[in-house]
């Protein structure tokens, strides 16, 4: 797998204030290596401004970007732009048009906002997906907290390409909304969809001796609170299963998992699988129950962003006064999203009474993102984009639960959510990543809908 490129275009032409665009160019320079080197990738930036067509061109010629940032360093023409987006036609572009150094009434130095104009005309006549528009120095906040999103989108839509996800099982019925089709999840995100029946990874775990799944029985002991009070039969089953799923992940280089759960695990196995997805997260595979790949997807990128495990759940309470919603299901977390006064703690399954199953509250956060990778009534994919912070709240009812009080309306959120056809799964991602998900949803030229 190449390493992931960000590609830095800083044009112009001569005629302009080279001295105040050189300074220019050399801040923009050092903020864009903080700024991908900070998200694991490299920024390949010329050696000086690229003022001539010619310039441009031998710059471009030996580069295989993942991330375009085409900055206006001063005014340069439409012919730059319609070059940049022929060489590279599905590569991302980010426009970046910086302030006017000086107003004193002289000269205009660069006129970075008017090649802005000229180049997003141009980009527009190229491109059905939202232009993505910076303005300002590369001294402002807000500037390189808008780059840094891009870049980290950018890196996730490249990462998807490789990412392998699993289906195991099919969704019950009345849940079609998690079911997936490989051709579009290919075509759409780049991702390859395999699927494996439930009762083949049944059939791994029973075979299983004790003493092969002792390190999995142990491994989940140092993890989570209470397992010890699981009977035995539960227990060792459920380490079966533990090694049935991290062997097949691991085997087949599975990034995300979506798993059917319920009824075949607890009539068919006698054990349920929730907590072992709970683990797969903490192991870094992106586990849904149900079988709900886009809920699996959903959390893949939440993980990728935020460099940490996603909640997944329902939206199952609102409360108008704290403006709050919870998200709750009915034993799958993961383990270090536990509040640190109970930790993971072990229970049953809320309607099977069988266990071994999660109970716990997630831990505060102070900055949180409700998202879902959704379909449309047409069949479209669509993103919703909710950001908020995780409450210091115990659990809220049998199995795992998280509260997150949102910026916007939760009223509001659930109204929408409700009236636009939305599935009733999401991922709660530990982190700010609203303007991260925002701008991947425009390169794949998905609708968003954002809070």
Same mark, same amino acid.
């Given at each position: 797998m190449k390493e992931f490129q960000t590609v830095y275009l800083p044009i112009g032409v001569p005629t302009f204030h080279l001295e105040s665009a050189r300074k220019e160019f050399r801040d923009c320079t050092a903020l864009l290596g903080r700024i991908c080197s900070g998200t694991d990738g490299s920024c390949c930036v010329p050696e000086d401004i690229l003022l001539s067509l010619e310039s441009l061109h031998a710059f471009m010629d030996e580069l295989d970007p993942d991330l375009i940032i085409l900055q206006n360093v001063t005014f340069a023409n439409a012919a730059y732009a319609q070059e940049v987006l022929h060489a590279f036609p599905n590569v991302p572009v980010v426009l970046w048009a910086l302030r006017e150094p000086v107003i004193d009434g002289g000269r205009l130095r660069l006129n970075s906002l008017t090649g802005a104009f000229s180049a997003a005309n141009t980009i527009r006549q190229f491109r059905k997906e939202p232009l993505e528009f910076v303005f300002g120095s590369p001294k402002e906040e807000c500037v390189e907290q808008k780059l840094t999103a891009a870049v980290k989108a950018a890196k996730l839509r490249s990462a998807l390409s490789s990412l392998k996800l699993a289906a195991v099982g099919h969704t019950p019925q009345g849940f079609g909304f998690g079911r997936a089709l490989d051709a579009q999840m290919l075509e759409t995100f780049g991702v390859r969809l395999e699927s494996i029946e439930a009762r083949e990874l049944i059939a791994k775990a029973k075979e299983y001796t004790q003493e092969e799944c002792q390190e999995y029985l142990e491994d989940a002991k140092a993890r989570t609170v209470g397992l010890e009070n699981t009977p035995e039969r539960n227990r060792l089953d459920f380490a079966r299963l533990y090694k049935a799923?991290?062997?097949?992940?691991?085997? =087949?280089?599975? !990034?995300? $998992?979506? *798993? @059917?759960?319920? %009824?075949?695990?607890?009539?068919?196995?006698?054990? %349920?699988?929730?907590?072992? $997805? #709970?683990? $797969? =997260?903490? $192991?870094?595979?992106?586990a849904s129950c149900e079988a709900d790949a886009y809920g699996a997807l959903s959390m893949y990128m939440g993980m990728q962003l935020s460099e940490q495990p996603v909640f997944f759940g329902d939206p199952v309470s609102l409360d108008e006064e704290e403006n709050s919603i919870t998200f709750w299901h009915c034993g799958m977390a993961p383990c270090s999203l536990a509040r640190q006064d109970t930790g993971a703690v072990i229970g049953e399954h809320?309607? @099977?009474?069988?266990?071994?199953?999660?109970? +716990? !509250?997630? @831990?505060?956060? *102070?900055?949180?993102?409700?998202?879902?990778v959704g379909k449309a009534p047409d069949g479209? /994919? @669509? +993103? /919703?984009?909710?950001? #908020?912070?995780?409450?210091d709240k115990d659990k809220q009812f049998s199995g795992t639960s998280a509260v997150v009080r949102t910026h916007a309306s939760a009223r509001e959120i659930v109204q929408k959510g409700v009236e636009g056809g939305w599935e009733p799964h999401f991922a709660v991602i530990y982190a700010d990543e609203a303007d991260s998900l925002e701008m991947l949803g425009h390169m794949l030229d998905l609708e968003v809908l954002r809070f």
């Open positions: 799923y991290a062997d097949y992940t691991k085997e =087949n280089g599975i !990034g995300a $998992l979506c *798993s @059917r759960c319920w %009824p075949d695990f607890f009539t068919s196995f006698g054990t %349920p699988v929730c907590t072992v $997805l #709970g683990i $797969l =997260n903490d $192991l870094g595979v992106a809320c309607n @099977r009474h069988i266990g071994p199953t999660l109970e +716990f !509250g997630c @831990r505060q956060e *102070s900055c949180v993102t409700i998202f879902r479209s /994919f @669509r +993103f /919703f984009i909710a950001p #908020g912070e995780a409450m």
